[in-house]
Every structure is written in C-alpha cells, then in structure tokens.
C-alpha cells in the first residue's frame, strides 16, 4: 500500500462529509417551502372551484395588453393548443388549471404534497385532469426527461430557489426542447435604496423565510442559460394595485377600481420602457430560448460549458 492512499481515502471521505454538509441545508429548505405552503394549501382548500369565467376570458382574448405582467404572459406564448408545457411551482393548479383549458398539456411540479392535492382538484372539478400530469417534489430532484417541453412557465418560482439557482436553471433548459420557450415571472431588486424605502412600509406579507427578490447577478445568471433572454419590466407604482383591488382580484372589482388599475399600469409601462427608469420596476417577466448543449453525461461527469460570446 502507497504512503498516498490514506491521505486520498482522507480527502474522498472530507469531500463525502461537505456533500453531505451541502445537502443538509437543501433539505431543510424543502422542509420549510414544504411546510409553508401545506398550511397555504389547508387554507385555500374550499378554494378549488371552476375557473373564473371573467378570468379565463380576460386571458383568452384577442388582444392581449403589454401592460399587465401576466396578460404579457399570455401575448408571448401564443397558442397553446397541443403544447406540452411545464409548470414550474404550481401550486393549487390555478393556472396549471388554466393552461390546460387552453389547450396545453401541463405537467405540474410542487414542493408541497398538499398543495399538489388541491390542484388535482382543481383539475378535476374543471375537467381537465386528461391534460394535467401532477408531481410532488422538489425540483432539484425531479426525474423529468430531456428535451419534452415546448414551454417552461414558472411563476415566481426561482426567488424561492437561489441557492440552487444554477442547478434548477441547468434542468429546466434541459427539460425544454431546443426551440422551446422559457417564460419566467419574478420579483426583483434592481435598485437598492427603493428596496430598503419599502422596508419603512408597513405592508403586511406572506413570505417564505428562504425568498427574496432577484439582483441583477443572478438576472445575468439566468441569461447564460437563456441567451437571448428579454426582459419586461412592471410594478413601479403597479405596487398599489394590491390596495385597489379588491382581494388583487381585477376581474370582480367595480369598474371604477378597474379603471384606477388600468391607469395606473399604463403609466407603469410607459416609465419603465425608458432605460433610467427600469431598474426602479419591483418585478418583471423574463423570456427566451434555451442555450441548449448536449444531453449531459450520468452524474459525475463534467457538463460541457455553457460560455456565451458577449459580442
């Protein structure tokens, strides 16, 4: 036996130990994600009821308006007639739900086993369970096939992710196919000082203890995997609609509240389209195509590099 061979078995069993230091914390964090919305979920569940009819036509429409950040949504994907799209943390399948009266066929994924229990419901209270594939588990662990997904819609998914931001970007754009469509939603904090002036609010929220808003190294992270990522900026003093609105909810409130909305979001879109002003937006929609490699060796092995020509 060589003199080196305890110091390698050493080293291999240290390099065992900070794995396994690493994993920890990963599953602490499911375990809180989990049990925070499990309680969510016991509490919306007299909630699974059909789909708004004002809401599903409100996202069904025509012409759908640039202004409202998931209208947007909508207007960028087109029709989803036949797509096969990934929903990234469902939830309770409201909008699995709704993707999948459009005409997607959805597969939903949760980190909370009960609220992947309401959104089955959901499903089958609006007759769309033929459409809808559920899954309850964290994404870092889900065992999802290359290169299935026309579309990934993730609705403020990955602020609830960002110590793992780099491995779930890696399989999402992996899960989609080469000309699929990303389609994310998130908040972020693109200026400091108005982060910290929101802090002085007394806004009352429900926030898991492991979430926050995006910066912008974490927004070019996002665009490594997703090179031609777009980015539309809202919720500038779009922030007040949650006080108009009644329950957030645009479609039941009066014609007078929906007018103050309306107002307002357009004078949103109108300053955030300009260069100084969008950093100062408190969410935004991001959207793009896959930088797609190869299919990635078994674990283990290196993953080819994703480097992207800046010019």
């Known amino acids: 036996m060589s003199r080196s061979e305890p110091f390698s078995n050493r080293e291999a069993a240290m390099s065992t130990d900070s794995a396994v230091q690493a994993v920890k914390p990963r599953e602490e964090r499911w375990r809180r994600e989990a049990s925070f919305f499990d309680g969510w979920a016991q509490r919306s569940s007299d909630d699974a009821l059909p789909i708004d009819p004002l809401a599903f036509r409100r996202y069904t429409r025509p012409v759908l308006r640039r202004r409202f950040n998931k209208e947007f949504r909508f207007r960028v994907m087109g029709d989803l007639g036949g797509k096969s799209l990934l929903d990234v943390g469902c939830g309770d399948g409201l909008n699995a739900v709704m993707l999948a009266k459009m005409g997607a066929?959805?597969?939903?994924?949760?980190?909370?086993?009960k609220a992947i229990e309401l959104a089955r419901r959901r499903g089958e209270v609006n007759g769309v369970s033929d459409r809808l594939s559920l899954i309850a588990a964290p994404l870092e662990t889900a065992d999802l096939p290359p290169d299935t997904f026309d579309l990934v819609w993730a609705d403020g998914i990955l602020h609830h992710v960002l110590d793992d931001l780099e491995l779930v970007l890696d399989r999402l754009t992996r899960w989609v196919k080469p000309e699929g469509l990303l389609v994310f939603a998130e908040p972020v904090n693109l200026f400091h000082p108005l982060r910290q002036l929101r802090f002085m609010?007394?806004?009352?929220?429900?926030?898991?203890?492991?979430?926050?808003?995006?910066?912008?190294?974490?927004?070019?992270l996002i665009r490594r995997y997703v090179p031609d990522l777009r980015v539309r900026h809202y919720s500038l003093f779009g922030r007040l609609d949650q006080f108009i609105l009644i329950k957030f909810n645009y479609e039941r409130s009066s014609p007078l509240r929906r007018a103050i909305v309306n107002g307002i979001d357009f004078l949103d879109y109108g300053l955030l389209s300009l260069p100084g002003v969008k950093r100062l937006g408190g969410s935004c929609v991001m959207y793009g195509h896959p930088a797609k490699a190869s299919v990635p060796p078994p674990d283990g092995r290196k993953r080819p590099d994703r480097t992207v020509s800046q010019s």
Not at 105 to 111: C, L, Q, R
Not at 208 to 218: A, G, M, Q, W, Y
């Open 105 to 113: 066929n959805v597969t939903g994924i949760d980190v909370s086993p």
């Open 201 to 220: 609010i007394p806004v009352e929220t429900e926030a898991t203890p492991d979430e926050r808003p995006l910066v912008r190294s974490e927004v070019e």
